[in-house]
């Protein structure tokens, strides 16, 4: 199952959602610092000034050293400045301090800090925070005289300003960022969608486009649009659709002029080879007083006329298979008797061992002449090419996969004790005019009658397939001990009937003589 986030989509929209939130959110955590920065200076910068103001209008009139009546004076007078910012004020001169509020601890007030304002004549202050609360602490040291000539007096103000005010201004902000973030995202995910629905429509065409040439239908072809890189690529697509079809039309050409070549051919040489198998015939029967040397040459003639027939009526059932001009005469007829007629019309019912049904047990709508030429193909190449005893046997069976619709296939089998096929020839012993020489020896064959017989079971529906015996192998030279050869033919035998085709009548040439394809 295709995961959507593993498509072209996905990642276009995961990558623009990336993109957008991590610009939002730098952007936000940006400008949130700066315009905290910029609240929380405003903020201090006026405290510290209305401070200082205060702080000086009260210096000329505490007395040095002050006591810590004049110290509390100074907390109450600078706290009481400023009612509406609730100013908590501490005063403090060596040993002595006084605060604005009673049992006031100053906890926010630090060492560090109060050692910080000791020594220096500038304005020092601390953001802390204590339970949960954000305060602004700012301590100023009180110095006399004129500004050139002011001393460090040792009398300092620290002052305790809650920003709440402040905090939820930067409260507000961090709520305002976050709310922009949702929409920043969920605009984000359109733009992606845009953006991949731009991108696929063309891949999806491309695509399609490809399983439709994968079809077979090679006038496909893409519409350009624009000028981008995806014009391009439909452009190329189209280009290379063009180059295959015409490539693909120039080659069924050449092998439809190659078809009809040998059909033509091997309708020409039937009427004189017809006329050389009636001398042959005639030669035949005077050999045995002709003289041994004449009497070898005629029968050796006779013989490769023989061949030469065979080869020609193969050559014309090739070319039909391959025009699609072969088609199937179905009747209804007992599979076990045509494979006993079969061996009967070759005399190799003494030959071929058979475990074949009664009769009438295994009945099915067949073609009595292709099945007698496959089965007679199969027969005659395992014993030409392999060794005795040949066996035929026939059986019914239900495919596993296939029992649902209740077809019954008949399993035809032709096995031989010969040395088997070796294994790197398996895969090509139905290829035409296929021949090995490591394998079984050959005489007479045109490498044409395994093909044949294939050709015969896939017009019923079947399969044929070639094999060793489990108890040999075809690698290893030896003689019946190794096994053999076992071909197996499958042939559907259910409710529904192959499609029937009318074979194209062939004139028949006046002294032509049928010669019998095994």
């Known amino acids: 199952m295709n995961r959507p986030l593993r498509g072209l989509r996905g990642r276009l929209l995961i990558a623009f959602v990336l993109v957008t939130a991590v610009a939002t959110l730098t952007t936000g955590a940006l400008t949130f610092?700066?315009?905290?920065?910029?609240?929380?200076?405003?903020?201090?910068?006026?405290i510290i000034k209305r401070l200082r103001a205060h702080v000086d209008g009260l210096a000329p009139g505490i007395a040095y050293p002050p006591t810590q009546s004049d110290l509390e004076r100074v907390a109450l007078e600078v706290a009481a400045a400023e009612p509406a910012q609730n100013w908590r004020?501490?005063?403090?001169?060596?040993?002595?301090?006084?605060?604005?509020?009673?049992?006031?601890?100053?906890?926010?007030?630090?060492?560090?800090?109060?050692?910080?304002?000791?020594?220096?004549?500038?304005?020092?202050?601390?953001?802390?925070?204590?339970?949960?609360?954000?305060?602004l602490v700012v301590g100023l040291p009180v110095t006399f005289g004129e500004p050139a000539e002011r001393p460090a007096s040792g009398v300092a103000v620290f002052l305790t300003v809650p920003q709440t005010g402040e905090q939820g201004y930067v409260?507000?902000?961090?709520?305002?960022?976050?709310?922009?973030?949702?929409?920043?995202?969920?605009?984000?995910?359109?733009?992606a969608l845009?953006?991949?629905r731009g991108v696929l429509r063309p891949v999806r065409e491309l695509r399609r486009a490809t399983r439709s040439i994968a079809e077979g239908?090679?006038?496909?072809?893409?519409?350009?649009?624009?000028?981008?890189?995806?014009?391009?690529?439909?452009?190329?697509?189209?280009?290379?659709?063009?180059?295959?079809?015409?490539?693909v039309a120039e080659l069924r050409r050449m092998e439809a002029r190659a078809r009809r070549f040998v059909a033509d051919v091997s309708h020409e040489?039937?009427?004189?080879?017809?006329?050389?198998?009636?001398?042959?015939?005639?030669?035949?029967?005077d050999a045995a007083r002709l003289d041994p040397d004449t009497a070898m040459a005629v029968r050796l003639i006779s013989g490769e006329t023989v061949k030469l027939a065979r080869l020609v009526n193969d050559l014309m059932e090739i070319s039909r298979f391959d025009a699609g001009a072969a088609g199937l005469q179905l009747d209804d007829l007992d599979l076990a008797?045509?494979?006993?007629?079969?061996?009967?019309?070759?005399?190799?019912?003494?030959?071929?061992?058979?475990?074949?049904?009664?009769?009438?047990?295994?009945?099915?709508?067949?073609?009595?002449?292709r099945l007698d030429v496959a089965v007679a193909n199969l027969v005659g190449n395992a014993l030409r090419h392999g060794a005795c005893p040949v066996q035929l046997r026939l059986y019914e069976r239900e495919m596993p996969d296939l029992a649902a619709d209740g077809t019954v296939w008949a399993v035809i089998e032709v096995t031989d004790s010969g040395p088997g096929i070796p294994a790197d020839v398996l895969p090509h012993v139905f290829d035409r005019f296929y021949k090995s020489d490591t394998a079984r020896t050959r005489s007479e064959g045109s490498g044409l009658g395994l093909s044949i017989a294939a050709e015969n079971v896939r017009l019923h529906g079947g399969t044929v397939r070639a094999a060793?015996?489990?108890?040999?192998?075809?690698?290893?030279?030896?003689?019946?001990?190794?096994?053999?050869?076992?071909?197996?033919v499958e042939i559907p035998l259910g409710k529904e009937e192959p499609e029937e085709m009318e074979e194209p009548e062939e004139k028949e040439q006046p002294g032509e003589k049928e010669v019998r394809e095994t």
């Open 33 to 46: 610092r700066e315009a905290r920065v910029a609240v929380l200076q405003q903020s201090q910068d006026t």
């Open 89 to 135: 004020v501490l005063a403090t001169y060596r040993g002595l301090q006084a605060t604005s509020r009673p049992q006031d601890t100053f906890a926010e007030l630090s060492a560090d800090m109060r050692s910080a304002v000791g020594s220096r004549r500038a304005a020092v202050f601390q953001r802390v925070r204590t339970d949960g609360r954000s305060s």
């Open 171 to 191: 409260d507000a902000l961090v709520t305002a960022i976050g709310r922009a973030v949702v929409p920043a995202l969920g605009l984000a995910v359109l733009l």
């Open 194 to 196: 845009l953006a991949a």
């Open 217 to 247: 239908h090679l006038d496909t072809r893409l519409a350009v649009n624009g000028s981008d890189e995806l014009a391009d690529l439909s452009h190329t697509f189209n280009e290379t659709a063009a180059a295959l079809e015409e490539s």
């Open 269 to 285: 040489l039937r009427t004189p080879l017809a006329a050389m198998s009636a001398v042959t015939d005639v030669l035949d029967e």
């Open 337 to 369: 008797e045509s494979l006993r007629r079969t061996l009967a019309a070759r005399g190799w019912q003494d030959t071929v061992d058979t475990r074949l049904p009664g009769p009438g047990e295994l009945r099915g709508r067949v073609d009595p002449r």
């Open 468 to 488: 060793n015996r489990p108890e040999g192998d075809g690698a290893e030279s030896g003689g019946a001990e190794s096994g053999g050869a076992v071909f197996t």
